[in-house]
């Protein structure tokens, strides 16, 4: 039994649009059976804080295209993606990439 | 008497003028077109040393250790291509050219408009309506006539990218949309040349330096191009200046670093800045990836592709067009200043923003914004039922009252329109009929009212 965990969750690039513009989350991620993922986070966020469209999020069980997802302000490409293990006080960064100038 | 003959007099002083003007504008335009036509090829050749004048101009970075005469006659043989010339491309060839850089190249299809000098600080009002890559060369040139500026005033396309990137020794992506972020980014990696890449929106930018020294590119960090209704250009989202002039500099750092051989900061790391926030953010990114389809072990972009029919968009960032309705489900705004004239009992709907109707409106609409229509907001629906229910009366007994979806340009109304004969044929609502208007406010302003302002 993983027990609870608090997490920041953070939305930038214009992603907090589906969060009610609100960028910084300070969560608590009930005690479950299986250890907390991102994989299991973005179902939670899901349910538990996306107020827009899913679709311009989650793309199947990971984030759409375009959306930068950051562990501690690393790349989640160097810490194993949707498999990496939540620690409690991490903090996840879900980037939109920008294209205007 | 007097007076009569002093407007007289001010009249023929006035053609005259008008007269000098109309000829100095065609003069203007044979020599901008002269320019187009002296495209330089060669590379730049080695500099030994700074004249008097160059050590005077640049003496203020000719002392710093870390550049001093040897990075200065680096700069000054470097070629940096300048890909777009709006908000981040003006203030990075403005510092490009003020500290000696040899050659910049300026590509840009676009025309100088009146929303665009906000933020993009090379265009002046004179040359609205002239193309940005000429008004941007003719910019620099009055600010470092040593810089040789090279204006391409087209479109960068799979056809012409490849050589032009394999001209310049730097490149820097200050595009606005996606197909061609990826068009820059495969043409660097296909000629060797470092990306200098940033981009912002609203009150965001970003930043990182692409395909430098075994780094990552743009592909291996984006793969996929983002779904086409995610992407937000800034005419619809909007932008502050002061962050894309914030952005561009920032951007000229890395090209100048690079360039002086100093070494960029940003290869692989994102720079994150949130003008809102007041606060600036590095990011790790991932490694090159040896799976990259640009630059990994077995590339397969071996030459320049489709980019729009890879992103499923346009390589402009001007507004699309929807088609959500059949024709007989929308009217022009000629057919709705008709029906206004006659006095029809009907109900005129803004689904615009709060912010938006705050610049203008029509005073006879009711607003509620497309967004709380899609959410079913309870408040809204009410608004929108009682307005139904007033207006109502006029119309013919068990007739259904008109209702006429307005937006910006049309898109947005398309939407709306869905979204009400939905919820009529849920009962949610009276029976109605809706059309929206084609174009929206903005062909309201072109082809009805020219005193409604246009953004």
Partial sequence: MAAPLSVEVEFGGGAELLFDGVKKHQVTLPGQEAPWDIRSLLVWIKKNLLRERPDLFIQGDSVRPGILVLINDADWELLGELDYQLQDQDSVLFISTLHGG | ?455
């Avoid at chain 2, 002296?38 to 700074?50: D, E, N, W």
């Avoid at chain 2, 926030?277 to 090159?288: A, T």
């Fill in chain 2, 1 to 455: 008497m007097a007076a009569s003959e002093e407007v007289l007099a001010l009249k023929a002083e006035v053609a005259l003028r008008e007269k000098e003007l109309s000829s100095l504008k065609q003069k203007l335009a044979a020599a901008l077109l002269a320019e187009q036509e002296s495209v330089p090829v060669s590379p730049l050749p080695p500099k030994a040393a700074l004249s008097r004048e160059e050590i005077l101009r640049y003496s203020r970075q000719l002392v710093l250790p870390e550049l001093g005469v040897r990075g200065q006659l680096r700069l000054a043989t470097a070629s940096v291509l300048v890909v777009g010339c709006g908000g981040l491309g003006c203030p990075l060839a403005q510092y490009l050219a003020a500290a000696g850089v040899g050659r910049i190249g300026l590509v840009d299809y676009d025309v100088v408009e009146m929303s665009n000098l906000a933020r993009q600080v090379l265009h002046g009002e004179a040359l609205a309506g002239q193309a940005k890559a000429f008004s941007a060369a003719a910019s620099l040139r009055r600010l470092n006539s040593a810089v040789e500026c090279v204006p391409y005033a087209q479109a960068l396309t799979p056809a012409t990218a490849l050589d032009l990137v394999r001209r310049y020794d730097v490149v820097a992506d200050c595009s606005d949309n996606v197909p061609t972020r990826y068009l820059v980014n495969d043409a660097c990696v296909l000629a060797g040349r470092p990306l200098v890449s940033a981009s912002a929106l609203r009150f965001e930018g970003q930043l990182t330096v692409y395909h430098y020294d075994g780094g990552p590119c743009y592909r291996c960090v984006f793969p996929q191009p983002p779904p086409v209704e995610t992407v937000t250009n800034c005419a619809d989202g909007g932008v502050l200046g002061v962050v894309t002039g914030v952005l561009g500099c920032l951007q000229a750092l890395e090209v100048l670093k690079i360039a002086a051989r100093l070494g960029p900061s940003y290869s692989g790391s994102l720079l994150l800045f949130d003008a809102l926030g007041g606060y600036f953010r590095s990011i790790q990114l991932r490694k090159r990836r040896p799976d990259c389809a640009a630059c990994g072990e077995q590339p397969t972009v071996t030459d320049l592709q489709d980019y729009e029919a890879f992103c499923g968009s346009s390589a402009t960032d001007k507004c699309r067009s929807l088609q959500l309705l059949s024709p007989k489900e929308r009217v022009s705004v000629t057919d709705y200043q008709r029906l206004l004239d006659s006095g029809t009992p009907h109900l005129l709907l803004d689904v615009r923003p709060q912010v938006e109707v705050d610049i203008c409106h029509l005073p006879h609409a009711l607003h509620i914004p497309l967004k709380h229509l899609e959410r079913r907001d309870a408040k809204g629906l009410k608004l929108l039922g009682e307005a139904i229910r007033e207006r109502k009366p006029g119309t013919q007994e068990g007739a259904a009252l008109p209702v006429y979806v307005i937006c910006k340009l049309g898109n947005d109304s398309q939407k709306a329109v869905k979204i009400l004969q939905a919820l009529t044929e849920a009962h949610e609502l009276d029976a109605l009929t809706v059309q929206d208007v084609v174009g929206g406010l903005m062909a309201w302003a072109a082809k009805i009212d020219e005193t409604f302002p246009q953004y």
